[in-house]
């Protein structure tokens, strides 16, 4: 386990293949708890009851949800890659699905630990032509977490998949109930797919604890506020906001009732030897610094 620790923050950054060894999540940089101040924490598991659920945990991300690098390209038998994972097996020939515990063969990730950071290197390749490298980058500067990407297509074929962090949050383990809000400045329009949520201008609200999941997928307008998201909630008078520094391409809204989990999505379009940086930006705060 990596500790990042300054006067504010403490994260918890898992050593990759330790705490999670599934197919879907990013081994690289799997933030398993983050602490402000020393009394405040973020991070909860996706389900806590055992055996359900894919694995993920805190502040994890997933490259590809609905796009592997070169699975429709393969056959059954034959290896796809997985961003920050490794190489996994296609078993048939169906739609890739997120869910399934693919076979995987994990890359190799080189680590490299400095005071406030841990930089991640993955580089891995198929034999049907698909490559990258990617630089990964987990650092703490007073309040914030900074998550910081570049991903280079070191392959024969362009790379066309996506990219985003699933947040999964809990305040002080706080379940999801009215004192829980999630504030999305440049909201246009929500669609709840599951379950219930409240809706006054960019504000979301639960008045009802929820029994099960909810989903919303979300309109965006780019350019309001100051951040993207912020959940807050009003017993531990604390919160996150979320100012990443790219276009987001889609914006997902998940949740159950120990969780809830805004997703905000980086496109990823590389042609052969093209690279592409983002960052994913958190801020951390007690009410007093709201």
Known sequence: ???LENDRLKVEVAEPGTVYKGARFDWTGFI???TLDGEVTYCVPEQLEEGKGT????????FGIDRPVGYEKIEPGDFFLKIGVGQLRKEQEADYDFFKDYEVIPAEVKTEEAANS????ITDATPSGYGYHLLKEVAIFDNRLIISYKLTNTGDHPIHTNE??????????????AAYRLTMPQMKTIDVAVGSIDRNEDRLTWPVSPEADFYASIDW?????AYNWEVFNDNAQAGVRELS???PSKIALWGHRHVVCPEVFADISL??????????VYEFYKNAEN
Do not use: A
């Open 1 to 3: 386990m990596y500790c």
């Open 32 to 34: 398993s708890q983050i």
């Open 55 to 62: 694995g993920g945990l805190g502040f994890c991300n997933e």
């Open 118 to 121: 841990v930089e991640f290197e």
């Open 164 to 177: 985003y962090s699933h947040n999964f949050i809990g305040i002080n383990d706080r379940f999801i109930d």
């Open 221 to 225: 307008e780019p350019g309001n506020g």
């Open 245 to 247: 520094e790219f276009q």
């Open 271 to 280: 042609d052969v030897d093209e690279s592409l940086s983002w960052k994913r």
